[in-house]
């Protein structure tokens, strides 16, 4: 019997970057994608709270970025109900930290919200960029990522993205975990991996090469095979 697997999306751009990773999965697991709350404030309870309570038990949790972060801390939160969890470019801290310095400056993050605030759609657009950094073609990457945006970008989204630390749930989820990072992203510093390893040594934490933050969609091959490997070793 195949798996089941719930794949989160991260911010700004809704499910379409998952939708070509999902399709790859078909053949190794059932795979639904699931969008992420709608709320105009940052509590991450109730953010979980209301992803907690729309999906079913006894599957497998992952996602992109903002959805990685989240399916994590879902994670820990089930436990031994969750059978598994997968990460894609994925910190255990979006925005850099003393003690977690491989993320993004707390400036840099700070100065895309103001621009964010005043301007959404042209900050938009900047971040189909960023996430196309690092790729191969950089610019048709963008246009596909933005062509194909389906509105989930808010502000609440971004201080969620901001206020979310991880680190605890990675530590605390004792159940299978890969995290895939690529090597080349412009948004999740690829040193990051190094901490992963360190905060949960028996978690899988890999580089896809030559890849951008989206990767998943970059390079969908990869990353599904990196995952069905995963999901087929596992008891």
């Known amino acids: 019997m195949r798996p089941s697997l719930i794949l989160l999306p991260g911010w700004g751009l809704g499910n379409a970057p998952l939708q070509p990773l999902a399709a790859a999965l078909a053949d190794q697991a059932q795979v639904a994608i699931?969008?992420?709350p709608a709320f105009e404030h940052a509590d991450s309870e109730r953010w979980l709270d209301a992803l907690d309570e729309r999906?079913?038990?006894?599957?497998?949790?992952?996602?992109?970025?903002?959805?990685g972060m989240l399916a994590t801390?879902?994670?820990a939160r089930r436990g031994a109900d969750c059978p598994g969890l997968l990460t894609v470019a994925s910190n255990a801290r979006f925005t850099a930290s003393e003690a977690w310095p491989a993320a993004m400056p707390a400036a840099t993050f700070e100065a895309f919200r103001e621009a964010y605030a005043l301007n959404p759609a042209a900050t938009l657009k900047r971040f189909?960029?960023?996430?196309?950094?690092?790729?191969v073609d950089f610019r048709g990457l963008s246009r596909r990522l933005l062509e194909q945006a389906d509105g989930s970008d808010s502000l609440a989204g971004?201080?969620?993205?901001a206020a979310l630390d991880t680190r605890e749930a990675l530590q605390q989820f004792s159940g299978p975990q890969l995290h895939l990072f690529a090597a080349d992203d412009a948004l999740v510093p690829?040193?990051?991996?190094?901490?992963?390893?360190?905060?949960?040594?028996?978690?899988e934490v890999r580089h896809v090469q030559g890849a951008s933050h989206a990767m998943l969609v970059e390079q969908?091959?990869?990353?599904?095979?990196?995952?069905?490997?995963?999901?087929?070793?596992?008891?």
């Open 128 to 135: 189909a960029m960023l996430c196309s950094q690092g790729a």
């Open 73 to 75: 801390l879902l994670a």
């Open 158 to 161: 971004l201080d969620l993205l």
């Open 220 to 235: 969908v091959s990869e990353v599904a095979v990196a995952i069905a490997r995963f999901m087929e070793s596992q008891p």
């Open 190 to 203: 690829a040193a990051a991996t190094v901490d992963i390893r360190a905060l949960q040594p028996a978690a």
């Open 34 to 36: 699931e969008p992420l």
């Open 55 to 67: 999906l079913p038990r006894g599957v497998w949790l992952g996602g992109w970025s903002l959805g």
